[in-house]
């Protein structure tokens, strides 16, 4: 058995990376040296990145603070991994270094997908700080009447397109989704979805793509243009090319293909959490680019870590699966509305959703829960747990249990 202390490097400090970092400094007990780069030494709490870009006041948690003595951060981007090697190259206000390690979690998230159509250039996106921040200068910018479109109608896109409409009632607000609006809802939830979009003045185009951007319009798929002077994309999210560049199996969004113990099927001495990871659920599909799955997902690794800090990680990594199951799903419609729907642990909409304030207050303890949880792990360490994948659905509670 090794008793040097053993490396870990974790890349990227959002709610997976930051959750890997202060349980594995809290549960190794100074067997392992946890060292964490991220761009800024602030936390950025994605989940309201559509405040950001509406001009609301965000908190910036200062990172080390959340982190706390246990873990070291790096300010800066790693700009090349090298797995094989051990070894990172990190460029950051201090110039370039390269940190070695013995043990890698890529937690690098993701950002808004590239629109893959022409002008696709034009648009705005709300998936990462600085695009929010561009999108606010923007969208403050706007002359009243000036048409603004949102495309894509999923998660994100219901929540940017709600704020946006809430928060200036002097520009017309569209959304354009391929799907039905609403549709992954159980029918009277997605009704309600339509209604309160309505009540917030936005129209609302359900099975119409978009087929190009221009400065003024969009072109749709049929031929038919609708103005559009400022087009926020919200197509999906995709991860950095950090893994792929470094010769890691990823998908075509560039996530890192995983067993379901969350190890590369490529370099199985790397761990992928979070958004960055692309990892098979018990369904068979791949769990979803979510906080349910970054903060499980990041929990786990760290249990998985900390077992080979035992053997010195000589062994293969933990090869014990990530057993989750999802109950719930929580989504704002602007600041007065939001709906809670339960859901099956494969993530389908089921039962009777929670709309009104009990949905709203749901939604504000999730977004601000999201921060106390990393928090509540570095005081506690082991302190996130989540729901298994085999809880019976009838037993599945209607909250995201204790992972936000
Ligand atoms: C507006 C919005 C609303 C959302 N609402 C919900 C919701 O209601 N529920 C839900 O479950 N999910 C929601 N999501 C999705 C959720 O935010 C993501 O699934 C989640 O952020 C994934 O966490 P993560 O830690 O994997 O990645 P991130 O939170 O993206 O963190 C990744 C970190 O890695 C850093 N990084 C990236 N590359 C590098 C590099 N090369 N070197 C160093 N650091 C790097 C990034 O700067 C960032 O700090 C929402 C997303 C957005 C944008």
């Keep these: 058995m090794s008793t040097s202390k053993k490396r870990v490097l974790v890349i990227g400090a959002g709610y997976a990376g930051a959750t890997v970092a202060v349980r594995l400094a809290g549960r190794s007990r100074g067997r392992a040296e946890v060292t964490v780069v991220n761009p800024r030494p602030q936390f950025v709490n994605r989940l309201r990145l559509h405040h950001v870009a509406i001009g609301r006041a965000v908190p910036a948690p200062d990172l080390r603070r959340m982190l706390g003595a246990g873990v070291t951060l790096v300010e800066g981007h790693v700009t090349t991994l090298d797995p094989d090697a051990g070894r990172a190259t990190v460029a950051g206000p201090d110039g370039v270094r390269t940190l070695a390690f013995d043990r890698v979690v890529v937690a690098t998230g993701s950002t808004t997908a590239a629109a893959p159509v022409p002008g696709g250039e034009l648009v705005h996106a709300v998936g990462d700080l600085e695009s929010a921040h561009r999108l606010r200068t923007a969208f403050a910018a706007l002359a009243a009447g000036t048409p ?129 990871g692309h990892t098979p659920a018990p369904d068979g599909a791949r769990f979803s680019m979510s906080c349910q799955f970054a903060f499980p997902s990041a929990a786990h690794a760290a249990d998985a870590l900390v077992g080979d800090t035992v053997i010195g990680f000589d062994g293969a990594v933990d090869d014990r699966p990530l057993d989750l199951g999802f109950t719930a799903r929580c989504v704002s419609l602007g600041r007065r509305h939001a709906v809670l729907q339960p859901t099956t642990t494969t993530d389908v909409a089921r039962g009777r959703a929670v709309t009104g304030r009990a949905a709203v207050l749901a939604k504000r303890f999730q977004v601000r829960g999201t921060v106390a949880a990393i928090g509540l792990e570095r005081r506690l360490p082991g302190a996130i747990r989540w729901p298994h994948a085999d809880r019976p659905v009838q037993d599945a509670p209607t909250t995201a249990g204790s992972a936000p």
Excluded: K, M, N, Q
Excluded at 162 to 183: F, K, Y
Excluded at 253 to 263: F, K, N
């Design 148 to 276: 603004v479109s949102v495309v894509g109608g999923g998660f994100t896109g219901l929540e940017t397109v709600a704020e946006l409409a809430e928060s200036r009632p002097d520009v017309p607000v569209r959304l354009v989704t391929a799907g039905e609006v609403g549709g992954w809802f159980t029918p009277p939830a997605a009704e309600h979805v339509r209604r309160t979009l309505e009540d917030l003045g936005v129209e609302a185009l359900g099975g119409t793509r978009v087929r190009a951007v221009a400065p003024d319009r969009l072109v749709l798929e049929d031929g038919a243009e609708v103005p559009s002077g400022l087009t926020v994309w919200c197509g999906g999210f995709a991860a950095p090319p950090l893994a792929r560049d470094a010769g890691i199996a990823v998908d075509d969004r560039g996530a890192i293909l995983t067993d379901a113990a969350l190890r590369s099927l490529s370099h199985p001495a790397v761990l992928a959490v979070g958004d960055a």
